[in-house]
T-cell receptor, first 112, second 109 residues
Framework: ETGVTQTPRHLVMGMTNKKSLKCEQH?????MYWYKQSAKKPLELMFV???????ENNSVPSRFSPECPNSSHLFLHLHTLQPEDSALYLC???????????FGPGTRLTVL | AQRVTQPEKLLSVFKGAPVELKCNYS??????LFWYVQYSRQRLQLLLR??SRESIKGFTADLNKGETSFHLKKPFAQEEDSAMYYC???????????FGKGITLSVRP
């Protein structure tokens, strides 16, 4: 699969679990993003990384912890989540912040 | 703060009928507006942007600064246009994208 890939595609976890979402792109992009898509809500930007540095955190609770080890990979570490965190988590990347964002297929997360 | 409003959740039309998906925005600066589309079982993808002034798959959208609108239009809908459509605004030096809630377009045969 080319473009932006995300694994796993589906994840069910308990509130005490620790899990990680992975996003990967080999498009040569320098900016990567995490979005949250909940039912009945607009797509919400969570984090932005530009050249591996976090440049934006939209007041996201600390139970979500992003990591960007290099420009091609982005992780979202999850711990002690709440049922209301159940959503589709989308990753996106762009060449620069000003360029078009390309989206991954998303990870459907269910917190029990 | 910027905001994107898509007032309708669902639009259902017959094939060949005209389509207008509404989008209004609020932003104090000079906005850059986009329409994204998500077809069934596919990822979210860019459909068009206002600065390009192009027609993609028969869709056009004109930025109306007076009415702060960026409605998406197509004169004759096709069944393959059925999808979820999101209006988005890019703002500020950080180029943050703000999305509307989206609208489901259903085109019936």
């Amino acid at each position: 699969e080319t473009g932006v890939t995300q694994t796993p595609r589906h994840l069910v976890m308990g509130m005490t679990n620790k899990k990680s979402l992975k996003c990967e792109q080999h498009l040569g992009h320098n900016a990567m993003y995490w979005y949250k898509q909940s039912a009945k809500k607009p797509l919400e930007l969570m984090f932005v990384y530009n050249f591996k540095e976090q440049t934006e955190n939209n007041s996201v609770p600390s139970r979500f912890s992003p990591e960007c080890p290099n420009s091609s990979h982005l992780f979202l570490h999850l711990h002690t989540l709440q049922p209301e965190d159940s959503a589709l988590y989308l990753c996106a990347s762009s060449y620069t912040r000003a360029n078009e964002q390309f989206f991954g297929p998303g990870t459907r997360l269910t917190v029990l | 703060a910027q905001r994107v409003t898509q007032p309708e959740k669902l639009l259902s039309v017959f094939k060949g009928a005209p389509v207008e998906l509404k989008c209004n925005y609020s932003y104090s600066g000079s906005p850059e507006l986009f329409w994204y589309v998500q077809y069934s079982r596919q990822r979210l993808q860019l459909l068009l942007r206002h600065i390009s002034r192009e027609s993609i798959k028969g869709f056009t959208a004109d930025l109306n600064k007076g009415e702060t609108s960026f409605h998406l239009k197509k004169p004759f809908a096709q069944e393959e246009d059925s999808a979820m459509y999101y209006c988005a605004l890019k703002s500020g030096a950080n180029s943050k994208l703000t999305f509307g809630k989206g609208i489901t377009l259903s085109v019936r045969p």
